[in-house]
T-cell receptor
């Protein structure tokens, strides 16, 4: 009965590789998010989709490309990984884009770039 | 610019009360959230305030003053499991969340 799930939980890879992180929510929410949390624990919004439509696209390198095949899924593909991409990536969902309700977070994906 | 300020770290004793403050400067305001994040885990929702005043939920209470751009989270009867980071986040006029860097709370026996 997992609400927001992410795979993989851990990802260790070499610089220059391309990797993907998958996210799924079974809450029936309209809005999904990707966050990056660095070593200083600061949560930074990267992208947000509402009903498969991109609504937030913060200043993120274009090596990062989100894809939402349907409103229950939001995947993150990262090209040409760099050392500075090492962080924990959280997927989240909320009932609507107006943020009048809480966000539900996935367990996170710890990415380590060597 | 938009900004959230909260203390980096606080220490308190088991059984005591602690208040974690948060001040915000946002373009417009549509509410404020508090989340708890244990080390190595995802943030989980604690409270949401959009009107002035105190909201109580068990051992945790959250207060908001819109005129002062100020909120606090009050934790009573502290338990060791309350050791975690507490994140303050404000919703701006575009309904985007502005996150603070979090306050790491250390509970000592």
């Amino acid at each position: 009965d997992t609400a927001v799930s992410q795979t993989p939980k851990y990802l260790v890879t070499q610089m220059g590789n391309d990797k993907s992180i998958k996210c799924e929510q079974n809450l029936g929410h309209d809005t999904m998010y990707w966050y990056k949390q660095d070593s200083k624990k600061f949560l930074k919004i990267m992208f947000s989709y509402n009903n498969k439509e991109l609504i937030i696209n913060e200043t993120v390198p274009n090596r990062f490309s989100p894809k939402s095949p349907d409103k229950a899924h939001l995947n993150l593909h990262i090209n040409s990984l760099e050392l500075g991409d090492s962080a924990v990536y959280f997927c989240a969902s909320s009932p609507n884009k107006d943020l009048t309700y809480e966000q539900f977070f996935g367990p996170g994906t710890r990415l380590t770039v060597l | 610019g938009q900004n959230i300020d909260q203390p980096t770290e606080m220490t308190a004793t088991e059984g005591a009360i602690v208040q974690i403050n948060c001040t915000y400067q946002t373009s417009g305001f549509n509410g404020l959230f508090w989340y708890q994040q244990h080390a190595g885990e995802a943030p989980t929702f604690l409270s949401y305030n959009v009107l002035d005043g105190l909201e109580e939920k068990g051992r945790f209470s959250s207060f908001l003053s819109r005129s002062k751009g100020y909120s606090y989270l009050l934790l009573k009867e502290l338990q060791m499991k309350d050791s975690a980071s507490y994140l303050c986040a404000a919703v701006d006029s575009n309904y985007q969340l502005i996150w603070g860097a979090g306050t790491k709370l250390i509970i000592k026996p």
